[in-house]
């Protein structure tokens, strides 16, 4: 455990591209993954880069284990006084306890580890003082104590219960295990063959640390048959040569008396840790164990991180061409509709086959406004449908769906108003050229109106074959090259207001899945950070 600064550097990148990572897409898998790269940080941040920056700072045994387990009896009886709360009921919110030899203090008054975690301190009190852990509990706290029990070199940490029914607390939990220089499991007679405690067992064998078991409340009359079980249940998960501890059921394990099991029962557990910490050989290897198991894990653990980013940015592929299939789909079929006249149905229809007798140029324009306006509405509406029913075949696209789940009212209003834009641009091309045409017609003594030529030029664009004498009216009314050179300039005014009008919703679609930032760049920084970590292991 020298000191190491090109692997701790090698450490502290790999670090940041896993902070780095985003899973923000409900993928099956991805809360497993999410909850993979918290354990890789608290690891890395808690335990890994500050052990290997100081090799020589106090071990940390780290108390885990189920509610009721015994774990808060067990550290005040190792220390010799009740520092932490014990009882199956416990307050919502818990202050996890360290404690540490007094010459340790400095080690944990800093941020050296769980930096996340404010240090409060208590004023000290004796044993046979009233107990003062019914101090209200803190959030993101960690109370410290000292105790000249302990060995030097050594500090316990009770943890919050790993399957407390506080969401916060089982997560505290397990970020506190993984700052452990040493995990004690500690689990009861009648709650050994729990799933919870056997998944963190699991875990500590795959990650190699330095592992002991406590047995505890064990009854006096079943100890030798419950003791064999629990070992063979050991043997079977390949954690045979885990050292192994087995408390007696006793009056104090539920708080009687002084609330602290005799000397007796926990000197043996005492005794073992005592020696990890005093034992330079024994230290060694605990700590040695540990750090190499965690570093080692990472060859597994990164990839499979970068396996959950790629999965992401696959979905987040899928769920955006999704989108852009859509949308271009419907911006392909408004263009065929413009070229068949589509626009030109129901009362633009009627305006168009009453002018100029029964309808005005603006009563004209406006219907053909309101039609186009009306066509696109309805290849969003269809674009959108289309997208939802991709994305329901999505697992990934839940949340999205969920804020998509009505019509977009207000998609209509934008395209109204990207269409009345357009008239408004029209009009205005249609007065510039009806000012500086010179060639009216010869048969009029006065240039056209300028609505009357917008009407015209919107009708020969939006009304197909059907509108055919609009363009030979406005031929007369300014000549062939003028009308023929206003109706290209219109033709590219108007498809790149539908262009615009549609690109402009699928980009609204598009907007909330680019705010997720899910991109292809984390998985590889993760598989090159992990690469230069192997050449430095």
Request: proline share 7%; charged share 25%.
């Amino acid at each position: 455990m020298d000191e190491r600064p090109q692997l701790i550097d090698a450490l502290s990148a790999l670090r940041d591209c896993v902070a780095a990572v985003r899973l923000p897409l409900p993928l099956p898998g991805a809360p497993r993954a999410r909850q993979a790269r918290s354990e890789l940080l608290a690891q890395l941040d808690d335990y890994l880069v500050p052990r290997l920056k100081d090799p020589d700072a106090p071990l940390l045994a780290v108390v885990g284990g189920s509610t009721g387990a015994g774990k808060s009896t067990l550290v005040n009886s190792l220390v010799g006084r009740r520092v932490s709360e014990a009882g199956v009921l416990r307050p919502t919110t818990r202050t996890p306890v360290l404690v540490c030899h007094p010459d340790d203090h400095h080690w944990f008054a800093g941020m050296r580890v769980l930096p996340q975690l404010t240090r409060i301190w208590l004023p000290h009190q004796d044993p046979q003082d009233e107990d003062h852990t019914d101090e209200p509990p803190e959030d993101n706290a960690l109370r410290v104590e000292t105790s000249s029990l302990l060995a030097p070199g050594l500090a316990l940490l009770d943890a919050p219960d790993i399957d407390s029914l506080v969401v916060e607390n089982r997560l505290l939990a397990a970020e506190l295990m993984c700052a452990a220089d040493i995990w004690v499991m500690v689990t009861t007679a009648s709650r050994y063959a729990d799933a919870i405690p056997w998944h963190l067992l699991r875990t500590a064998k795959e990650y190699d640390v330095t592992l002991v078991t406590v047995l505890d409340r064990v009854p006096h009359q079943v100890i030798g048959e419950v003791s064999r079980q629990y070992e063979a249940l050991l043997h079977k998960a390949g954690l045979g040569d885990v050292p192994r501890f087995t408390i007696p059921e006793l009056p104090e394990s539920t708080g009687g008396g002084s609330g602290l099991l005799p000397d007796t029962a926990v000197a043996p557990l005492r005794a073992w840790l005592a020696h990890r910490a005093l034992d330079p050989a024994a230290r060694q290897q605990a700590v040695g164990r540990t750090a190499t198991g965690v570093i080692d894990s990472l060859d597994t653990r990164m990839p499979e991180l970068a396996a959950a980013v790629a999965a992401q940015y696959a979905a987040a592929v899928r769920l955006g061409g999704a989108v852009e299939a859509a949308y271009e789909g419907q911006r392909e079929r408004v263009r065929q509709q413009l070229g068949r006249g589509a626009v030109l149905a129901g009362d633009a229809r009627t305006r168009w086959r009453g002018y100029p007798r029964d309808s005005s140029a603006g009563e004209l324009l406006d219907a053909l406004v309101e039609s186009l306006a009306a066509l696109l509405q309805c290849a969003a509406a269809a674009a959108d449908e289309r997208v939802r029913d991709s994305w329901r075949r999505e697992p990934a696209a839940t949340a999205l769906l969920a804020a998509q789940a009505g019509p977009d009212r207000e998609a209509n209003e934008r395209i109204e108003l990207a269409v009345r834009h357009w008239r408004r641009v029209l009009e205005e091309l249609a007065e510039a050229e009806v000012r500086g045409s010179d060639r009216i017609a010869p048969s009029r003594t006065a240039a056209p109106e300028p609505e009357t030529v917008a009407a015209l030029l919107a009708a020969a664009l939006l009304g197909g074959r059907r509108t055919r004498s609009a363009g030979e009216r406005l031929a007369e009314l300014l000549g062939a090259q003028t009308a023929l050179r206003l109706r290209d300039k219109g033709g590219d005014l108007l498809l790149t207001y539908v262009d615009g009008a549609l690109h402009g919703e699928r980009d609204r679609r598009l907007a909330p899945l680019d705010a997720l930032d899910v991109t292809p760049e984390p998985q590889a920084e993760l598989i090159a950070a992990l690469s230069v970590l192997q050449k430095e292991k």
